[in-house]
C-alpha cells in the first residue's frame, strides 16, 4: 500500500473516530427522555408475576463505534500484512541468495558422478535455492496483489 493511499485511509479513520466521539460525548450529556424512578411516587408492587427485562437495544453510538473499528482495523490489518509479506519474501530472498553463493562454489561438482557426495550436495543446494526463490517470488506476487484490493 502506498503512502498516499495509506494516508487517507488513516485520515478518514481519524475523522470518523473523532465525530464519533464527538456524538458520544453529545448523547451521554444529554438529559434522559425517560422519567426516572426516584421523581415518581412509590407504587405497590403488583401481584402477577414480573414483567421479563427489557433488554437494551442497541444505539446508533455502539453501531457508530462498531463501524470506527471497522474503519480504522481494516486498513491497518491489510497494510500489516502487506508488509509481512514482504519482509518475509526478502528473508526468502537472502536465504535464496546465500544457498546460490554455495551453488556458485560447488559448481565443479557438476562434471562428476551424479552419485558422489560432491554432486548430491550441488543437487541439493540447487534445488533448496529455486525453493526459497519461488517462495520469495510467491509472497511478493501475493503482497503486490493484497496491495491492489
Known amino acids: 500500500?502506498?503512502?498516499?493511499?495509506?494516508?487517507?485511509?488513516?485520515g478518514y479513520g481519524a475523522r470518523h473516530a473523532?465525530?464519533?466521539?464527538?456524538?458520544?460525548?453529545?448523547?451521554a450529556r444529554a438529559p434522559s427522555p425517560a422519567p426516572s424512578r426516584a421523581a415518581s411516587?412509590?407504587?405497590?408492587?403488583?401481584?402477577?408475576p414480573a414483567p421479563p427485562p427489557v433488554r437494551p437495544s442497541v444505539t446508533p453510538s455502539?453501531?457508530?463505534?462498531?463501524?470506527?473499528?471497522?474503519?480504522?482495523?481494516?486498513p491497518l490489518a491489510r497494510f500489516s500484512s502487506v508488509?509481512?509479506?514482504q519482509v518475509t519474501g526478502l528473508l526468502f530472498a537472502m536465504m535464496a541468495l546465500f544457498l546460490?553463493?554455495?551453488?556458485?562454489?560447488?559448481?565443479?561438482?557438476?562434471?562428476l558422478p551424479p552419485g558422489s557426495h560432491p554432486a548430491e550436495r550441488f543437487y541439493l543446494l540447487c534445488?533448496?535455492?529455486?525453493?526459497f526463490a519461488y517462495?520469495?517470488?510467491s509472497n511478493f506476487v501475493r503482497a503486490s496483489r493484497r496491495d491492489r484490493r
Not at 534445488?127 to 525453493?131: C, D, F, Q, R, V
Request: proline share 5%; net charge positive.
Open 135 to 137: 517462495f520469495s517470488v
Open 62 to 74: 455502539a453501531r457508530e463505534v462498531k463501524h470506527l473499528g471497522r474503519s480504522l482495523w481494516s
Open 127 to 131: 534445488a533448496a535455492s529455486l525453493a
Open 1 to 10: 500500500m502506498d503512502r498516499v493511499r495509506f494516508g487517507r485511509a488513516l
Open 41 to 48: 411516587p412509590a407504587q405497590p408492587p403488583a401481584a402477577g
Open 18 to 27: 473523532a465525530k464519533t466521539l464527538l456524538q458520544a460525548a453529545d448523547a
Open 100 to 111: 546460490l553463493q554455495g551453488v556458485w562454489q560447488q559448481r565443479a561438482a557438476l562434471h
Open 83 to 85: 508488509v509481512w509479506l
